[in-house]
């Protein structure tokens, strides 16, 4: 992130007050004063201000809209992973990812280095929802909105908690699907109790937190302070539904 952003954020400053410290030669990085508001500060810096070190950050959450072909992983020998899209910027951090998302998925992929706080969003018992846009290879019926909202029992037998599969508008190949658990392809195995192929997944929000529409596929950016508490809302943040 930007060095005044950084130097905002540390000390609980404004932008201009941060810029001004910087301008005045009062923070260093790496040992040398830094007057340039914009240097680009990663994770393997060492700021210091007034005299005093900054504390880095004790952990990090950051919001990836996952490409297609990635895969939710740390690493793997194959194929590029979601931590290998941002590791260059956080040498020194063990991050994974929250959550995971199919190969063929894309969308919102949180990635931290903080377990006990990505093991509570993820619990089933918390509730925190992740929400999908959803492309079919046949039509959304009654039928599977009612049965998800039940609990699908998925065809090895297993019973789910209960779900929404919304229409979309206009786009009867289309549904926005609501969980709150994680079981492996769980969408895919759940149309397919239904005889429905899923050709997209995309997801759209986790807990309170919608994915930033600005983010290209493969972009990335560290959430902010009111962000990370959104993500442990159960559902939707009031806000224009997008995607
Ligand atoms: N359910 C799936 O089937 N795949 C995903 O990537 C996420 C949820």
């Not at 810029?19 to 340039?36: D, H, L």
């Not at 903080?114 to 039509?139: C, M, N, Q, W």
């Not at 709150?180 to 192929?197: D, E, L, S, W």
Request: net charge positive; aromatic share 6%; charged share 25%.
């Amino acid at each position: 992130m930007r060095l005044d952003k950084y130097i905002s954020d540390a000390l609980q400053l404004s932008r201009a007050q941060a810029r001004q410290r910087i301008a005045k030669g009062t923070v260093s990085v790496n040992g040398q004063v830094c007057r340039q508001a914009d240097r680009q500060i990663t994770d393997a810096d060492t700021v210091q201000a007034g005299g005093g070190q900054l504390d880095r950050q004790q952990f990090v959450y950051i919001m990836l809209n996952k490409p297609q072909g990635v895969v939710s992983a740390s690493t793997d020998r194959r194929d590029t992973t979601v931590v290998d899209l941002v590791a260059g910027e956080f040498p020194r951090r063990q991050l994974f990812p929250a959550g995971r998302l199919d190969k063929t998925s894309t969308g919102f992929v949180l990635l931290t280095d903080d377990g006990a706080f990505a093991h509570r969003i993820l619990s089933p018992r918390r509730h925190v929802e992740k929400e999908y846009l959803v492309t079919l290879d046949t039509p959304l019926t009654p039928e599977m909105c009612q049965g998800f909202a039940q609990g699908v029992t998925l065809a090895d037998g297993q019973k789910l908690a209960p779900a929404r599969a919304e229409p979309v508008e206009g786009e009867p190949l289309q549904a926005r699907v609501t969980l709150t658990q994680g079981v492996y392809h769980q969408i895919k195995r759940m149309f397919g109790v239904y005889g429905a192929g899923v050709d997209g997944l995309h997801r759209l929000r986790m807990g309170g937190l919608w994915l930033d529409d600005s983010l290209a596929p493969g972009a990335w950016r560290q959430l902010s302070a009111a962000e990370f508490a959104l993500l442990e809302e159960k559902g939707a943040a009031e806000r224009v539904k997008k995607g």
